[in-house]
Each structure stands twice: as C-alpha cells, then as structure tokens.
C-alpha cells in the first residue's frame, strides 16, 4: 500500500494519535496569557487535507483553539496581496535567532524587524493592512480570507482571549511603540495593537486550520487546478519564511527535524504544509522552552517520518 493511500495515512495519523495520548512530558501551556492557561494540556489533534481533497483527522480535531502566531500566515497574506513587495521597506526575511518578542534587534536595525513571524514583525504587517483600513474593516478582511481559505464562515474570533490578551500585552505594546519611533509603524500603535490581538484571537479546529492552509500546499490554489488565493510567487514567497521562521529560535531545528513549511502559535497549534501532498493541522496546548507545541511538533517529525514528505526530498 503506498504511504499516500488514504487508507494508510489513517492508519499513520491513528497511530500517532495512539503515541501521543501515552506521552506523560505534555509541554507548559502558555499562562502569560490568562485564557491560554485555562486550557487542558491533554487535549491532542492532527488533520490531514490532501490532493485528493481527503481528509484525515485524529484526536480533539473537532475542538477550537486560539491559533495566535499561526495567524501571522493569513495577514502576511493579505499584505502582501494589498501592497506587494512594498512590504519588504518595513520587514526583514531572515531569521532572527531571539525570542519571537524580543525587542533587542530592533534597537540595532533601526527599528525594522526580521521577519514577519516575530512579533514585531506581525505587528508591521498588521499596521500595513491598516494602511487604508480602520481595525474593524481590516480585522473583518482577514477573517473573511481566513474563512474563504477554510470555506468554512464558522471560523471567528474569541473575545475572551483577546480581552486576555490586550490586558497583558505588555511587550507587545514596547515592541509597537518603540517601531512608531522609527516610523515602522504608522498608525497609532493602540489601534495597531488592537487589531494584531484580536488577528491573534481567532479560533479554528485542526481541521478548519489544514483546509485554510491548502493555498500554500498547492502553489496558491485552494486544491491542485481550483481557485486561486494568491500568486504562486507569493505562495512560495510564504513557505520559505515558514520554514525559515515559522517557529522563532526553534525554526532551524524543526526544519531539520520535520522538514516541511511550518508556522507555530502559542496557543499550541501548527500549520504545516507538504507541498502539492498535504496540508496539516496540528494542535496540543502545552509548549517547549522555544514556545512551539510540545507533541504537535513531534506528531510532525513522526507523520515526517512515516510518509516521507520533505520539501528536501525528490519528488
């Protein structure tokens, strides 16, 4: 039976689902967020959407989670969409090496973060979708591309947890201010702010999450010849920032372990991409020392492992 056979990838996503239920080491859920600590450290789910249009689902799949940095990828998007390579005056494309809300480079480059999945620089894409945009037209924006990407509208944003977040987005708010010094930002940083925390709020099960990321699985297209979400340059464009950044000062190991396209948030899931195979949601609340989720970043490597997608293997 061939590793892309429906029937065997069921049979792959079961039995990581099996191994992960037995890890008794589940990660540290992210308390400095109130509404993220509430959330159960058991709870585990992987979903498959591929080629074919199958989808393969295991654990919690059906359970919504806070998707935080993973929504740095769909308001990258829609930048990059609205105003092009004139992104790239604010935001770097390299790795930075530090903490996603670290504040110590900006001070020695002026200002301009690395890469768009640091705080920092989600912050500056967020303030360019704001360029032409009051928070609430631009929020609804990317909802609405979030949606259309899931073809699901029962996709929305938990006001508990950006309420959470906005009463204790303290460096958030350092990192803001000290770019609109530099003139990185634009807007005043209260409605920059506003806007990234409620972005970060949005809530998705693993399965709404694999069915948003097929653009960047499939070139992006929402499947292989379907409708197209953006420019394939830019789709690859994306990816390469993934596995490049996706996963802050532990982007250089998940690539080496995983090797595929992959984006982390703190409230435990991961998007990860098998270009023209798959798209992946992965979810468990608890964290790793760099922030990533604990057994959704080794249900990876195992799914990885077992198909042998890898965007450094050929085709």
């Known amino acids: 039976m061939s590793v892309n056979d429906p029937e065997r990838l069921r049979e792959i996503v079961a039995e990581i689902c099996d191994h992960m239920a037995q890890q008794t080491d589940r990660g540290t859920v992210a308390d400095y967020i109130p509404e993220l600590a509430r959330v ?10 591929t080629a074919e249009g199958e989808v393969i689902a295991g654990g919690d ?8 940095s993973v929504s740095k990828v769909f308001a990258l998007a829609v930048a990059l969409g609205r105003i092009g390579d004139a992104l790239w005056t604010r935001v770097g494309r390299e790795p930075s090496g530090d ?3 670290s504040i110590v480079q900006l001070e020695h480059e002026r200002g301009i973060p690395r890469n768009p999945f640091i705080n920092a620089g989600a912050i500056a894409v967020t303030d360019a ?8 037209e631009a929020l609804g924006q990317i909802l609405q591309f979030v949606r259309y990407l899931a073809g699901d ?14 009463a204790t987005g303290w460096r958030n708010a350092a990192l803001a201010n000290f770019m609109r010094g530099f003139g ?6 209260d409605k920059t702010l506003g806007t990234y925390f409620h972005q970060c709020a949005i809530a998705m099960t693993t399965s709404q999450l694999a069915h948003a990321g097929r653009f960047l699985a499939f070139d992006g297209a929402l499947s292989p010849g379907g409708s197209r979400a953006i ?3 830019m789709a690859r464009q994306i990816n390469a920032l993934m596995l490049t950044c996706g996963h802050y000062d532990g982007s250089g190991e998940f690539a080496f372990r995983v090797g595929l396209p992959g984006k982390s948030g703190v409230g435990g899931g991961i998007l990860a991409v098998a270009p023209g195979r798959a798209s992946i949601g992965a979810w468990s609340p ?3 020392a760099v922030g990533n989720s604990h057994l959704a970043s080794m249900a990876l490597e195992m799914l990885a492992d077992r198909t042998g997608w890898s965007v450094f293997a050929p085709k």
């Open 40 to 49: 159960d450290p058991a709870r585990f789910a992987l979903t498959l959407v």
């Open 61 to 68: 799949a059906d359970t919504r989670f806070s998707i935080q």
């Open 99 to 101: 903490p996603f809300n």
């Open 129 to 136: 979708i704001l360029a032409r945009s009051e928070p609430r």
């Open 153 to 166: 509208d029962d996709i929305a944003i938990d006001p508990a947890v950006a309420k959470s977040e906005t």
């Open 184 to 189: 990185t930002i634009e807007r005043h940083p």
């Open 231 to 233: 420019a394939p340059r």
């Open 286 to 288: 608890g964290l790793n």
